[in-house]
């Protein structure tokens, strides 16, 4: 069973910035793809970042250039770098790990979430 925490989380002013950390347990995290959702109330929860087993990485145009998404694969750990922030970045911040098992079965891990508030 693979379990993912996330971290750093908070209260921040507009055009401040934030560090979210994910560490999950297990051996897959090498071989997972990591990701980065939000969701804000009364919103569908929507991809923010993605980054490959490789370090490739893909950003949702609404971050892009404000956000990195960065893994350790030595501490099992994904982050997401926030600078530039605004109040439509508030939301829970939901870390996502993709796996594919031999039989090329798709495994979906996710954390509890982490409140990211930004005040204008």
């Known amino acids: 069973q693979v379990q993912l925490v996330e971290s750093g989380g908070g209260l921040v002013q507009a055009g401040g910035s934030l560090r979210l950390s994910c560490e999950a347990s297990g051996s897959i995290f090498r071989d997972s793809a990591m990701s980065w959702y939000r969701q804000a109330p009364g919103k569908q929860r929507e991809l923010v970042a993605t980054?490959?087993?490789?370090?490739?990485?893909n950003y949702a145009d609404s971050v892009k250039g404000r956000f990195t998404i960065s893994r350790d694969n030595a501490k099992n750990t994904v982050f997401l770098q926030m600078n530039s922030l605004k109040p439509e970045d508030t939301a829970v911040y939901y870390c996502?790990?993709?796996?594919?098992?031999?039989?090329?079965?798709?495994?979906?891990?996710w954390g509890q979430g982490t409140q990211v508030t930004v005040s204008s």
């Open positions: 996502n790990a993709v796996y594919y098992g031999l039989n090329l079965k798709r495994y979906d891990y």
């Open positions: 980054i490959t087993t490789v370090g490739n990485t």
